[in-house]
């Protein structure tokens, strides 16, 4: 069983679009987050977030915004899509802040923007 | 959070031990430091971590200095699989926060 799952695994899309990005754990964790990483290689955390708490990266743009319907779900909505949104984007989830047992990440969403 | 530094890349002969080094010096009591590691874009896949213990498991072992300020992780016989990004991280154990992935290392086994 695949712990962290995330759909679609590409994504083509033009610009001013809007879309969705899926993301569940089955490992009961209470904390979830998105990353982003672009053509530079750099994992950049986006949110995390848990029941009680989301914590934002002040860099990103409002144009992106995380949905959590229950504690094994985080989607990521993007309103707008730009073409310097293409990047991987990453789900990962832990226990608490991940510090006893770490993080685990999908596989990815590769989202272009033409 | 504590942020880490690595070198941008290092090279390893197949069969030989790779000693990977990361520098945390801000990283604090409640912290734990992660190696994980990223083979193309495939999903970050995790290795090892501690807390101040050097730690082993079948994959790698982890150094930290007594001082926690930096670690080393060690690939002890690196196969040409073992070519990837391996990044260093320090994580709290509560209070999810903005744990950062640094820039890593990009670690080549050459044959």
């Known amino acids: 069983d695949t712990a962290v799952s995330q759909t679609p695994k590409y994504l083509v899309t033009q610009m001013g679009n809007d879309k969705s990005i899926k993301c569940e754990q089955n490992l009961g964790h209470d904390t979830m987050y998105w990353y982003k990483q672009d053509s530079k290689k750099f994992l950049k955390i986006m949110f995390s977030y848990n029941n009680k708490e989301l914590i934002i990266n002040e860099t990103v743009p409002n144009r992106f915004s995380p949905k959590s319907p229950d504690k094994a779900h985080l989607n990521l909505h993007i309103n707008s899509l730009e073409l310097g949104d293409s990047a991987v984007y990453f789900c990962?989830?832990?226990?608490?802040?991940?510090?006893?047992?770490?993080?685990?990440f999908g596989s990815g969403t590769r989202l272009t923007v033409v | 959070d504590a942020k880490t530094t690595q070198p941008t890349s290092m090279d390893c002969a197949e069969g030989r031990a790779a000693n990977l080094p990361c520098n945390h010096s801000t990283i604090s009591g409640n912290e734990y430091v992660y190696w994980y590691r990223q083979i193309h874009s495939q999903g970050p896949q995790y290795i090892i971590h501690g807390l101040k213990n050097n730690e082993t498991n079948e994959m790698a072992s982890l150094i930290i200095t007594e001082d926690r300020k930096s670690s080393t992780l060690i690939l002890p016989h690196a196969t040409l699989r073992d070519t990837a990004v391996y990044y260093c991280i320090v994580i709290p154990v509560t209070n999810a926060g903005k744990s950062t992935f640094g820039d890593g290392t990009t670690l080549t086994v050459k044959p």
């Open positions: 990962a989830s832990s226990q608490g802040g991940g510090g006893a047992y770490g993080y685990t």
